[in-house]
């Protein structure tokens, strides 16, 4: 069936150095992406989004690639800091009622 | 600002009773989704409302889940005969456009997690 899933379970980073989290969707229908961080004990929080038409977005030390040929998204984070801790979600938006489907999430853990 | 809210955080219930999970959207927020997030396997959709909807039983995975409108910025999700694979953490999102949510951010409110006994 359609699925978004993830690549690593787990990420551990240096403070400082980039990270890259990466997540494959398998329906080609889909034209909206998202990624969210997760804090423990916490909701979903947006970080950005990237429509199908694109093949690239920023924001404040966040990128998102997007490569329709592969299927595959990814989240770049530039200089981690520990406050970036959390468990990322990529998420594909279902229909247009908003529904989304979330991948299985990866957890960073940033070391000092 | 307000958030979304949920109560309660936690909840633990004998399998079998009905439970049911209160949610606080965002004033004036229009679209409520509720979300079953389990920990490995993501989160899927169980049902949604739109504000002149007082219920909506699209949910999966059966007719157990359906969700209330009482208040225009209240949901109630209810979940009739729990079973232990009901355990998770059940998520609040809503949206202020009231025809659909394609391209517009859900803000999410922090779970309720149902433990299932």
């Known amino acids: 069936g359609e699925s978004v899933g993830l690549h690593l379970p787990t990420l551990s980073v240096q403070e400082g150095d980039n990270s890259i989290i990466n997540c494959a969707y398998s329906?080609?229908?889909?034209?909206?992406f998202i990624w969210y961080k997760q804090e423990s004990g916490k909701g979903p929080q947006f970080i950005i989004d990237i429509r199908s038409n694109m093949d690239k977005r920023q924001g404040q030390r966040v990128t998102v690639l997007l490569n329709k040929t592969v299927k595959h998204l990814s989240l770049q984070i530039a200089a981690t800091q520990p406050g970036d801790s959390a468990v990322y979600f990529c998420a594909e938006n279902k229909d247009s009622w908003g529904k989304l489907q979330f991948g299985a999430g990866t957890q960073v853990v940033v070391t000092p | 600002g307000a958030g979304v809210s949920q109560s309660p955080r936690y909840k633990v219930a004998k399998r079998g009773r009905d439970v049911a999970l209160r949610c606080d959207s965002i004033?004036?927020?229009?679209?409520l989704y509720w979300y079953r997030q389990t920990l490995g396997q993501g989160s899927e959709v169980l049902t949604y409302?739109?504000?002149?909807?007082?219920?909506?039983k699209s949910g999966r995975p059966s007719g157990r889940f359906s969700a209330e409108r009482p208040e225009r910025s209240v949901s109630t999700l209810k979940i009739q005969r729990t079973e232990q694979g009901d355990s998770a953490v059940y998520l609040c999102?809503?949206?202020?456009?009231?025809?659909?949510?394609?391209?517009?951010?859900?803000?999410f409110g922090p779970g309720t997690r149902l433990t299932v006994l």
């Open positions: 004033s004036g927020h229009v679209t």
């Open positions: 329906n080609s229908a889909s034209d909206y």
């Open positions: 999102a809503s949206i202020l456009v009231p025809t659909g949510g394609l391209y517009n951010e859900q803000f």
């Open positions: 409302s739109q504000s002149d909807a007082q219920r909506d």
